[in-house]
């Protein structure tokens, strides 16, 4: 609800600082004192438009920031959430600063956020009806939502959410199946020759490093040739490397006792040497060998690399992913032979959703339909005591074409009203008048008290026009909606006043050429003053202020 507002340098209000409680707060005052600025004020904090003439005349801005202290699982904070605001816990501070030249700037926990997503956030915390504008109900968009909550059906509703999401699905999957298909068969004679192509030249991984390998060696052939030939020349000359390192060794060991070991590892050396002159003479044979001076080979070995590599070009791709591209234009061979099955397959799972979701969506159809009737019984029994005796009050249900069906069903709902007998019935906006609206309005509200998300109301002169036992009702009506929610009223009528759980009396003060509004919570004998004062006008009576207790112990 809303706990606290701070309203600097708007109109006529200087400097102003209101607390609020829960139950129902009303505001009374004489006309002109400055009620409606209370109201644009809040509706600036709450992202409503805003006009420079707002701003308090010499001053260079005027801000307003409003507090409330809703659920952790309240709408608000989970909007908030999705856009990084940080309002996980503790109060929600809507705050709004308006400069002279008509700029604003919009915060929410003092964190600037744009005034698009604070009239977003307000509107989950309060709801404003009045004489010329209202928010929640009268938005028909909201309609079916709020018959849904009345019906209890918020679980069917996200049971049908969820079906019509895997419907929306399986339709997806098979359109995406019919467009591969169709562009599989346009582009299948292309896909068989390249099919045909690649598997003709069987690439193989890895392929071109062995490839560029060996024709490397092969064109570079006879300088390797020669330099391992003089190799073996330089092994073997002057008599063999080996057989010189064994004969030293021999000498060595005829007298290896007499040096005292010292001649040892001289002689593990050169037997070593020649071990490893030995291999290294082998190695050099067996590589001269391998070396192929063949041009025909050559030939052969850059005839099937240029041809891996021109594919590759053509195809766009690396010569390491033929293989791979291969694989896949077989498997795309495969799925178009067998296409036909599958889009059958989806075809029916598609069928199946539809099926699935449109059996939920009737029944919700039908809860709807039943609940509506519900619902305007109740509201029509509102209606008498609230001076709307001839109106009446219809909860239309009507189904809409396939192209409109959606997550929510196949229902559009809107509350409609025809305020004389014999008229047809239309949106409650366009039909009601201003005085009709705020108490079809507050009809509604009682109604629909226990289902309301929004923690706050406030009704403008929702007893224009009205008196006596008319006023009384409302009174008593307001009274019984503020049980469950917090309710604040702008009222002339003593009768709603005298229901009041909090009292504020908004008054303007003259000093010298200055005007200035300002607003006080009234003790409980300054209340009854107030009261009476509504009642007889400008003097106060004893018989004024016995009436305003009359009126304030019958709350």
């Known amino acids: 609800m809303l ?79 999705e856009q990084d605001v940080d309002a996980k816990d503790g109060p929600l501070l809507l705050r709004r600063v308006l400069t002279a030249d008509g700029r604003s700037r919009a915060y929410v926990n003092d964190q600037p956020v744009s005034v698009g997503l604070l009239r977003k956030v307000g509107d989950e915390l309060v709801e404003i009806h009045g004489q010329f504008e209202s928010h929640g109900l009268l938005d028909s968009s909201t309609h079916l939502g709020v018959l849904d909550s009345f019906a209890a059906q918020a679980e069917a509703g996200s049971a049908l959410a969820a079906a019509w999401t895997t419907w929306r699905d399986a339709a997806k999957a098979r359109q995406q199946a019919e467009a591969d298909l169709a562009r599989a068969k346009a582009e299948e004679e292309h896909l068989r020759q390249v099919h045909e192509d690649l598997s003709s030249l069987a690439p193989k991984p890895g392929e071109e490093a062995e490839l560029a390998a060996a024709r490397a060696v092969m064109m570079h052939g006879e300088k390797l040739l020669e330099a391992m030939n003089a190799a073996q020349s330089a092994l073997i000359q002057k008599g063999e490397v080996e057989a010189s390192l064994r004969s030293a060794a021999r000498h060595l060991e005829r007298v290896a006792e007499k040096a005292e070991g010292k001649l040892d590892p001289v002689i593990a050396a050169l037997d070593r040497a020649a071990q490893e002159a030995a291999e290294a003479t082998n190695l050099l044979e067996r590589a001269s060998a391998g070396i192929d001076l063949d041009p025909r080979h050559l030939e052969k070995v850059e005839e099937r690399l240029f041809a891996l590599r021109a594919a590759a070009r053509k195809h766009q791709v690396a010569v390491d992913e033929l293989p791979l591209l291969l694989d896949r234009l077989g498997r795309q061979l495969a799925a178009l032979e067998g296409g036909g099955d599958g889009l059958a397959r989806l075809a029916r799972a598609e069928q199946a959703a539809r099926t699935q979701y449109l059996e939920q ?128 009223v702008v009222t002339h009528s003593p009768q709603v006043a005298a229901r009041g759980d909090h009292h504020y009396r908004v008054a303007k003060a003259v000093s010298g050429d200055k005007t200035t509004t300002g607003v006080d919570r009234l003790s409980p004998e300054a209340r009854r003053e107030e009261v009476a004062r509504m009642l007889s006008g400008e003097t106060i009576t004893d018989h004024a202020r016995a009436a305003a207790d009359a009126l304030m112990g019958a709350g």
Request: charged share 20%.
């Open 361 to 488: 969506a009737r029944a919700l159809s039908k809860a709807r339909l039943a609940a509506a009737a519900q619902l305007d019984r109740a509201v029509a029994a509102e209606l008498p005591p609230l001076k709307l005796d001839k109106a009446r009050f219809q909860t239309r249900v009507a189904q809409v074409d396939e192209a409109q069906w959606g997550p929510s069903g196949l229902d559009q709902v809107s509350f409609e009203v025809a305020t004389n007998p014999g008229s047809a019935p239309g949106p409650l906006g366009k039909i009601a008048s201003g005085g009709e609206l705020s108490r079809f309005m507050l009809a509604l509200k009682v109604v629909l008290a226990r289902i309301s998300s929004t923690p706050s109301i406030v009704f403008d002169e929702v007893d224009s026009g009205i008196g006596g036992a008319v006023a009384a009702a409302v009174g008593d009506r307001l009274g019984r909606l503020a049980e469950s929610l917090q309710i604040l």
């Open 3 to 81: 706990t606290a507002l701070a309203i600097r340098d708007v109109v006529l209000i200087e400097r102003l600082d209101l607390s609020f409680d829960g139950g129902l707060s009303v505001f009374t005052g004489e006309t002109g004192a400055g009620k409606s600025i209370l109201l644009d004020s809040l509706g600036l904090a709450l992202g409503a438009r805003a006009e420079s003439g707002l701003v308090r005349l010499g001053s260079a801005q005027a801000s307003v920031t409003a507090e409330f202290d809703p659920p952790a699982a309240h709408p608000a904070r989970a909007l908030l959430a």
